[in-house]
């Protein structure tokens, strides 16, 4: 792993003014997907900005009857979450499916929108892949150059869409 350095945020706004002073920084939530791919060295942030101790992490009602949810709310909290359950099943059956219960008890909403895609060949650093080395060709699809895009980066991400 490529050494960097780390900071915790206090506020959204000292978080992204990290972000915004800090050549190739990074945000960490869970770090379910971004330590995995920092110690395969396919990502390599120089500097991590801990966002975890921000107050975002809360399901909120909206006026128009749908709900808010916080970039920090951890994927088990938001599968049981009894709106959820109720009005969004999709959801919490979209998210139970995934991963384990440990992960699903680090990994957040944010992070799990903003993962990095589950190609197994994108994590083998063996194998060539147009999004991980550009123009390396597609394991997926040997035929072809081109990456067709066919996996979503998180089984969640289209429900959370809809
Ligand atoms: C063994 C294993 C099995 C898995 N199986 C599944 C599965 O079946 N289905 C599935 O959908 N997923 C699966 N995952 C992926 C898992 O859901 C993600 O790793 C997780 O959701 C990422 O959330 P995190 O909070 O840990 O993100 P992190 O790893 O902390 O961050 C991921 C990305 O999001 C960015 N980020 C995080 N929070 C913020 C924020 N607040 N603002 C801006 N950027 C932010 C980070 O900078 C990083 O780029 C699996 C992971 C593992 C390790
Ligand atoms: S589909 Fe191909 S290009 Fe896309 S992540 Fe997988 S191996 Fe890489």
């Known amino acids: 792993m490529k050494s960097f350095t780390y900071e915790r945020a206090r506020s959204p706004a000292e978080a992204a003014a990290a972000a915004a002073r ?6 960490i ?18 500097h991590l900005i801990d966002v975890n101790g921000l107050a975002l992490d809360k399901i909120e009602a909206t006026p128009d009857g749908g709900l808010r949810i916080g970039a920090l709310v951890r994927n088990t909290d938001l599968a049981a979450d009894t709106r959820v359950r109720r009005d969004y099943g999709v959801l919490t059956r979209a998210l139970v499916a995934g991963a384990t219960g440990q992960l699903r008890n680090m990994a ?7 993962q990095r895609t589950r190609c197994p060949y994108f994590y083998d650093t063996n194998q060539p892949c147009n999004k991980r080395v550009p123009g390396s060709g597609c394991s997926a699809h040997p035929g072809g150059s081109d990456d067709p895009g066919p996996r979503s980066p998180a089984d969640a991400a289209p429900k959370v869409k809809a």
């Open 108 to 114: 957040t909403t944010a992070g799990n929108l903003l």
């Open 22 to 27: 800090t050549q190739g920084a990074k945000f």
């Open 29 to 46: 939530a869970g770090g379910t997907n971004l330590l995995d791919l920092m110690k395969l060295e396919i990502e390599t942030p120089a």
